[in-house]
């Protein structure tokens, strides 16, 4: 019985040692499909206008006039994330405003610690699909915002909801969250 078995090993050595390695080249693929999923995802939000990302500057002023015809409802809401020490909030939940009209907000932060620290607004539109409409003419969230200890500030956002916002959206949430950055700002 002995003498059957041998003549199989090589050939099933051969099976196994050919599954290992499909197996670590699945392993492979996979570990370089998590690095690009970052990117393709940023891609496929910038195509679709999913996720809700806002752009990271200034937009240019609106050329295309007032829809006086429609008024949508802009929200606002604020949080700060875990460990950061701030109040931070608008200073209105909301506004009205016409298509293509300029609008001026505020947003009241103070630094509640002991220690001067630096922070970050990241924002987000809901629905996603809005994101490419709400155009930011000024905002806060353009540069980072150190606040001493004790300091408050109002910091302001003008906006306007371009023309072309489709016909079923009537109301636009703006969500900012502040993070603490102080560690990864140049001193």
């Not at 970050?120 to 003419?137: C, L, R």
Request: aromatic letters at 10%.
């Amino acid at each position: 019985m002995s003498t059957e078995q041998q003549p199989m090993q090589p050939e099933n050595n051969k099976k196994v040692a050919k599954t290992v390695k499909k197996l670590m080249l699945v392993v492979f693929a996979m570990f370089g499909f998590g690095f690009a999923l970052v990117p393709l995802y940023d891609v496929f939000c910038d195509i679709t206008g999913l996720n809700g990302k806002t752009s990271n500057s200034a937009a240019n002023v609106n050329a295309d006039g007032i829809d006086e015809s429609r008024t949508i409802t802009v929200q606002f809401i604020s949080r700060t994330a875990k460990g950061i020490p701030w109040q931070f909030e608008p200073m209105v939940n909301e506004v009205k405003v016409h298509p293509g009209e300029m609008k001026l907000v505020k947003f009241y932060a103070k630094n509640e610690s002991l220690n001067d620290i630096v922070g970050q607004a990241v924002p987000s539109v809901s629905p996603g699909q809005a994101a490419i409409y709400f155009q930011k003419i000024e905002c806060f969230c353009f540069n980072s915002q150190p606040l001493k200890s004790q300091e408050d500030v109002e910091m302001a956002l003008q906006f306007y909801v371009d023309t072309e916002l489709p016909q079923e959206v009537s109301t636009i949430t703006l969500s900012y969250t502040l993070y603490d950055i102080t560690g990864s700002v140049e001193s």
